[in-house]
């Protein structure tokens, strides 16, 4: 299978843990991006990597968020102190460096914070 | 807050009819793009228009844009059971390059 995978497919896990996600995106792919979507939403767009380089983060992305893609090709995003809030479906999508910006998305995290 | 709003929130057909979803824009955009998403799925990219074109068509889709009104449609023709899901429209800027997506329209196609 070439296309993005995102592991774990499920999270489920207490108020106040840290919990990491992984995405491996398409090989050739230079740029990988995080989005959350909670339910009847699109996504929101969370933070962005172009190769190891993290470009851009979005104002949703508290302190205790943060993201990895430390030799340019899988990237973790890490939630720390998990609030309620931050149930949701976390998605990651990779694009090529040229193009037209049409993001190829994995199947996403679904994170549960009891 | 997000940039796109579909419009309608929830459509439902019977198949063989076609769908028609409306999206609106606030800023320039470099293009917009149309993707579906099935229920707990990641979404799939459909079709994309440049900012300077004004219709495209992909098998039994067609998508408009008006850059004056800041809108455009996807047009689902001949419509399967298999199509429902959520259609999301986003648009693309090119200064942010990130994708900003709106709430949705949600498909449900009735056999």
């Known amino acids: 299978d070439t296309g993005v995978s995102q592991n774990p497919r499920h999270k489920i896990t207490k108020r106040g843990q840290n919990v990491t996600f992984r995405c491996d995106p398409i090989?050739?792919?230079?740029?990988l991006y995080w989005y959350r979507q909670t339910l009847g939403q699109g996504p929101e767009f969370l933070t962005y990597f172009q190769n190891e380089a993290q470009l851009e983060k979005s104002r949703l992305l508290s302190d205790r968020f943060s993201a990895e893609r430390p030799k340019g090709s899988f990237s973790t995003l890490e939630i720390q102190r998990t609030e309620q809030g931050d149930s949701a479906m976390y998605l990651c999508?990779?694009?090529?460096?040229?193009?037209?910006?049409?993001?190829?998305f994995g199947p996403g995290t679904r994170l549960t914070v009891l | 807050s997000q940039q796109g709003e579909e419009d309608p929130q929830a459509l439902s057909i019977q198949e063989g009819e076609n769908a028609t979803m409306n999206c609106s824009y606030k800023t320039s955009i470099n293009n917009l793009q149309w993707y579906r998403q099935n229920s707990g799925r990641g979404l799939v990219h459909l079709i994309l228009i440049r900012s300077n074109e004004r219709e495209k068509h992909s098998g039994r889709l067609r998508v408009t844009l008006d850059t004056s009104k800041k809108s455009s449609s996807l047009l689902i023709t001949a419509s399967r059971a298999a199509d429902t899901a959520s259609y999301f429209c986003?648009?693309?800027?090119?200064?942010?390059?990130?994708?900003?997506f709106g709430s949705g329209t949600q498909l449900t196609v009735l056999p």
């Open positions: 090989s050739e792919h230079n740029r």
């Open positions: 999508a990779s694009v090529p460096l040229s193009g037209t910006n049409e993001q190829f």
């Open positions: 986003a648009i693309f800027s090119g200064s942010a390059r990130q994708l900003t």
